[in-house]
């Protein structure tokens, strides 16, 4: 039977009425008992009555309601004091089966058998309903299918820990889903505006959404070891080797025959693959779900500061006061466009659901190496008309060497880094700062008649002289 390890008035105290109470005393007390300081199970009883007590003083109980399995005395009068109220508390977690007491020698112990100690931590999970972590799940199962597969003979025992996780993580799945349902039909039967919005953030964001689902869509996606645990179990079918070695580490750890160690294998190596190859079809419900939902708080907040308290009987005393009029005092509407509630455009489009890509194939393109060749050309040819300062300054020397003076007929040009030189050494400060300290070392003037220069260029006619520093320095001491 299910209940064959547990008291059968195990559940008394959380089913009477002062559950409430019962409630937070047994949240204190697994605080007490699944210390991680607490070496000795035995607890001494003065320090578990001294919790419950605790306990008592911060819920602040002032109302305590008889119970049908109290004694006449208890029945009759109730609990006049904090201690009254620990001590009935407590006998009754004793007598229901909760507590157990032992005496060594002058003092009183109190301990949990295993199976309470077990069932109160799942209650109080229950009550703390955690939000839980796609990724730490899916790395759990990851890293201890690769301790198995790399080490089958010393810890072949982490797959079937890695199959315990993921059948968590298919439970955790399956209690989003029906939270969810549970949620949205609850919302549907809520008309109040503020509750739908306190509900929301109430169950769905704190206790039902997990903790990393925003990384589902991101390049960070937790899901993205999927293929790589698939791939590992799929190769590790068809290891031969490695099989009968975790079979042997199976047989000498669970103490069972070779025929139920070969069964466990295969059966834990198979949960783990129906678990990762149905997570994209329970995902899409559960993301079906959720967008119902946000939909329908997004609509309702929408909405809130829309309504005005008191219209429905405003409009319908409005209603009521015209029906009672003559039909002629009514005037006629001669078109809808001032009324905004009644034309189609004023009906909102609900928002559009994201839809997933379809796969391609990704194939490279060729190039035209004409193509390529063109691109090179043009990026030769934009490279040689660039402007560059120190291009500009050789070419002048280039043109002075021997030379105290040049006229606009002397120059050269013979290429475009000549022409484009050519254009822009009579513009040296129009260049601007890059160009300073080039045009402080010459001097142009311009003639009034215009040249020709190497039958590329007619120009008005200049000279450019290099300034003799020293003279400048002598002039100005």
Known sequence: MLFNKLPDNLFLPLSGQNRQVYQAVLISLADLFFDEDLVDPFVPKDLVRSTIEGAVIRLGVRRWEPEEDDSEEDQQEPPRSTAEYTSRIYRRLVATGWLEEEQRIYRSYVLLSPANSFLLRTLVSIANLEKRSYGGAVLNVLSSLESAINDPQGRGITLSEAAQTAADFSAHLTDMMLGLRELKINLSQTNNPQEIVRNFFDRFVEHIL???????????NPFRFRQQILSLLRELQFDTVKLEQLIMHYQEQFEVDIHDAEARVHQHINRIIRIFESVDQRLA????????????VSDTVRYMDKTTPGMASRLSRVIAQISEKDGREIPRIQTLDTVGYLAPGSVRAPVKRRTIAEPQVITRKEIDPKVLQLRQLFKEYKERREVKVDRIEAYLERHLIGREK?????FEISSIEDYICFSYVRHLKSLGKKARKTSEQYEIKFQENYVNVADMVECR???ITRKDHSKEVSNAR
Not at 210 to 220: C, G, I
Not at 285 to 296: P, T, V
């Open 210 to 220: 997990v903790s990393d689902y925003k990384t589902l869509k991101t390049k960070n």
């Open 285 to 296: 419900i559960i993301d079906d779900f959720r967008y119902k939902l946000e939909k329908r």
């Open 406 to 410: 040049i006229n606009a007929s002397d």
């Open 461 to 463: 006619d200049f000279y």
